[in-house]
């Protein structure tokens, strides 16, 4: 049976043979945690890049580094490994290689591979081809990894979305897939406020305040929402996949209108009209944010609790009634 850490030296290995990194190479600041990203294809930004641009930052020295390569190259092949479908949990996880400090997942629709060895603050991405990599992975690329070095580092990433009031204030808005999350955030946006994110953000202490943080700059609705939101339609990212049923857009054109960190002092929960008279509990909203986080993620549990629970106790709750026609409805921007 191969180890974890023998699994990850056999992508790691595979990774040697990247010639001319520093040319390739892409540094990023995680939530304060700087990250040097190397491309082994330069035609791979368009797939890693794009949703998490407004983190660049100039070359440093990095407190982790990811290879990312795929079998287009031509100096890659996928190492055989010895576990079987019924191996690989729902998220992707592979439980028989995540040990000995090892995380290891498999995104079969993405014929994709996530591994980060936090004893040696290095991970891969591996797959079959980075130009027909689903929308949805474009939208958040690195999510496995990204999760789990912010989880090493006493942060969470969670299902939430996230804006900054005309104080700088951070605003969370909670609420299962389909509540309205992406559409409040979007129509908030572009009323004024500045954008952290749709779907996945982070939370983390900072001088004893939650702090909510930017991860990636894009955006997703269903196209129908352009009748409400026309400005939209001009945003959109035009994949040559059509099987993602949202629209995708980026956001990181004017870096002004992008809040990368904020203290967070509401969080909303928007309520559409047939639910309006049904409230939610905290408590509830809670679970909510901690299993919807978990059902994104792979090997996510519930390290995140205490961070969501001191954000419900040091904020404001506000419910947000949506209307039909989307008009931001916070109105305090």
Known sequence: MVSALDAYEKWANESKSCNNKLNNSHFISLAGIKVCIHLHRPALSNAFLMGISHLLIDPCVPDYEIDVWDLKDGKHTFPKFDYGIEDVKVRGEIPLYCADGVNFAYYAHARMIHTLNENTKHGVVALVDGDSLPSFEIACPFRGIFSWILRSNGLALIHAAALAD???????????????????????????????????????????SIHVYSIYCSG???????????????????????EYEKELYFFSDDKNNICLEAKLKTIFVPLKEQSSKSRPTIAELIAITVNSTRELLPGAGFESLALICKAFKNSEIKYLNLTEDRVCPISEI
């Open 166 to 208: 005309s104080g700088g204030n951070g605003c969370l808005v909670i609420g299962k897939s389909g509540a309205g999350k992406s559409t409040t955030a979007i129509s908030c946006f572009l009323s004024g406020m500045k954008y952290i994110g749709d779907d996945l953000c982070a939370l983390g202490l900072n001088q004893g």
């Open 220 to 242: 997703k609705t269903y196209k129908t929402e352009w009748s409400y939101i026309p400005e939209l339609s001009s945003k959109a990212f035009q994949h040559k996949s059509d």
